[in-house]
């Protein structure tokens, strides 16, 4: 089956084909104009999209070397994500598709950044346990034996990309703050500043506000000199305790539901010491864990392809109607 993924529910404008379940073109942009508002502007956003859609899907088309005719169907995001940015890639699939006379599908974003962790291995087979980490969501969820999908555990407030984002921010880092962390604290010492986690030890539920608060404190009593010449360990001891975080729940829902191995995805899961750190855990609890191709990490026209690919493969199609949902749950 050839299919065209469309992803624009925010910042990332892209467009990928995939033939089952291999990549033939994977084409993104990231739009930059926000860098200088500290967060992306969904207005901007979608005025981007609308500029840059026609040549990333003729990019995509080009690369896999394949044309709107040869396609089985397109897919675009239906939600959750940025109403705007979600309606200028419905419309744009929409009129390809009339166009071209092709099947159309609303994919669920959250299911895409699971689908990548399939794209990446396609031997991934449920049951196991999915973990979406990314901006806006931080969720553990059971995907049972029939692919059903059961919520376990959920953020109370902040996702772990936003803790990171924010978190960065007060750093003085740039906007997105999760890789700029990441790269500062692998030269960092990750146990300098005790930082808090989370209802650690509390149910299966996340929290991230907190750590913002108890970072601003740790910088106005180390004052700016300290904060400058310590940055690398400030970003090591913060990215330990959000990964700490993580793990320590993921581990504990393995447990509770006996569940051989972990998706982890989203894109935080590009993070290499949460990947290092689940790696590690799973293997000592007898369990795998399994990550997307770094290049599938953040959001991507393939994952959508692959989301709808997951739900034809079941004819479950339903979950794919049209339209847009900004706030669309996993499941
Ligand atoms: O999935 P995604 O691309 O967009 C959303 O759907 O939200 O995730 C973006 C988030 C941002 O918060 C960004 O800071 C974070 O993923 N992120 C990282 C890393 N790469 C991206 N966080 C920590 N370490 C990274 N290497
Ligand atoms: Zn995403």
């Known amino acids: 089956m050839l299919l065209l993924g469309i992803e624009t529910s925010c910042d990332e404008t892209a ?30 956003a979608s005025r981007e999209h609308l500029r840059l859609l026609p040549g990333i899907v003729r990019e995509a088309l080009d690369v896999a070397g394949v044309s709107v005719e040869d396609l089985d169907g397109i897919a675009y995001t239906r939600g959750p994500g940025l109403a705007g940015p979600l309606l200028v890639g419905a419309s744009f699939a929409r009129a390809l598709a009339m166009d071209a006379q092709k099947p159309l599908w609303g994919a669920n974003h959250l299911e895409g950044h699971l689908a990548a962790v399939r794209l990446s291995d396609p031997t991934l087979k449920p049951p196991f346990l999915c973990l979406t980490v990314s901006g806006g969501h931080t969720e553990l969820t059971e995907v049972t034996k029939d692919g059903a999908f059961v919520s376990m555990g959920n953020t109370r407030d902040d996702a772990a990309g936003e803790a990171f984002d924010k978190c960065g921010k007060i750093l003085g880092l740039g906007y997105p703050a999760g890789p700029l962390v990441s790269n500062l604290a692998k030269t960092g010492n990750r146990k300098a500043f005790a930082l808090p986690i989370g209802l650690r030890g509390d ?12 970072l601003s404190r740790l910088l106005q009593e180390l004052g700016h000199e300290t904060v400058a010449l310590r940055k690398n360990d400030l970003c090591a001891s913060l990215e330990s305790v959000i990964v700490e975080a993580l793990v320590g729940k993921a ?4 447990r509770e539901r006996n569940l051989p191995g972990i998706a982890v995805c989203g894109g935080v899961s590009a993070n290499r010491h949460l990947r290092e750190r689940m ?12 990550f997307p191709s770094p290049d599938l990490c953040t959001d991507n026209g393939a994952m959508i392809a692959g989301a709808a690919m997951w739900r034809l493969e079941r004819n479950d199609l339903e979950p794919l109607r049209k339209g847009v949902d900004p706030g669309l749950e996993l499941g």
Do not use: Y
């Open 15 to 44: 467009a990928a084909v995939i033939r089952d379940w291999t990549v033939l073109s994977n084409v993104l942009k990231t739009q930059t104009v926000h860098e200088e508002f500290g967060g992306v502007v969904p207005e901007i």
């Open 203 to 214: 149910g299966l539920d996340f929290s991230f506000s907190g750590l913002k608060s108890a």
């Open 279 to 290: 790696g590690a855990a799973a293997t000592k609890q007898g369990a795998w864990a399994r």
């Open 251 to 254: 581990m504990e829902a393995l």
